[in-house]
């Protein structure tokens, strides 16, 4: 099973709403990330959490904090966004990288669609 | 800076046809680099994966090499086919922490 889920498939919002992004995982995976994506753009990475030990873009404004209850969940929490934040946000797991060399593929989930209203 | 480049950003082949993708990087101190194809609105599919260590992986029909001394890796795709049309990315990862850096992409559309 290579399967990540992502909850809820679409999302609108307005901007002082407070919501969250859930992924899963049951792949025994060791890293999972956040990745925002807007349209015709290629993903961009937010967050990581590896051996639930997070590491972050420090671009990401605050508006944004992950959240990783367990290895095999990791939750995106929003509040007070922007209508430029509207994008696919997308979770990706991968081994991670203590478990090999360079063999850290990653696997992605089908994508939040995001709309701030 | 690191940046990862795809070209080109779109072609168009009649089905059959063999072609190929390429992707340049700056930073050749890599951890790996992996292969994507996307569907308009979807996540991403993993194709591909070569270590810093390798020089090429094939998975079926696909063909991905990597020349780190140059910064570069190609994907061939042999014989096309319609449900080849998507978009296809190339995404590096580099050493120090997991930063992975994603092309801009090539949209391939293969005609029937």
């Known amino acids: 099973d290579t399967e990540v889920t992502q909850t809820p498939k679409h999302l609108v919002m307005g901007m002082t709403n407070k919501k969250s992004l859930k992924c899963e995982q049951h792949m025994g995976h060791r890293a999972m990330y956040w990745y925002k994506q807007k349209a015709k753009k290629p993903p961009e990475l937010m967050f990581v959490y590896s051996y639930e030990k997070l590491s972050i873009n420090e671009s990401v404004p605050s508006r944004f904090s992950p959240e990783c209850p367990n290895s095999s969940l990791l939750n995106l929490h929003l509040h007070a966004l922007q209508p430029e934040d509207s994008a696919l946000y997308l979770c990706?797991?991968?081994?991670?990288?203590?478990?090999?060399?360079?063999?850290?593929?990653?696997?992605f989930g089908p994508g939040t669609r995001l709309t701030v209203l | 800076k690191q940046e990862v480049t795809q070209i080109p950003a779109a072609l168009s082949v009649p089905e059959g046809e063999n072609l190929v993708l390429n992707c340049s990087f700056t930073?050749?101190?890599?951890?790996?680099l992996q292969w994507f194809r996307q569907d308009p609105g979807k996540g991403l599919t993993s194709l591909l994966l070569?270590?810093?260590?390798?020089r090429e992986q094939t998975s079926g029909r696909l063909n991905a090499s990597l020349d780190k001394s140059s910064g570069r890796s190609t994907l061939y795709i042999a014989a096309s086919q319609p449900g080849d049309s998507a978009t296809y990315l190339c995404?590096?990862?580099?050493?120090?922490?997991?930063?992975?850096?994603f092309g801009a992409g090539t949209r391939l559309f293969v005609k029937a």
């Open positions: 990706a797991s991968s081994q991670g990288r203590l478990a090999g060399r360079g063999t850290d593929t990653q696997y």
């Open positions: 070569i270590q810093s260590s390798q």
């Open positions: 930073d050749s101190a890599i951890y790996n």
């Open positions: 995404a590096v990862g580099y050493t120090g922490g997991f930063k992975t850096i």
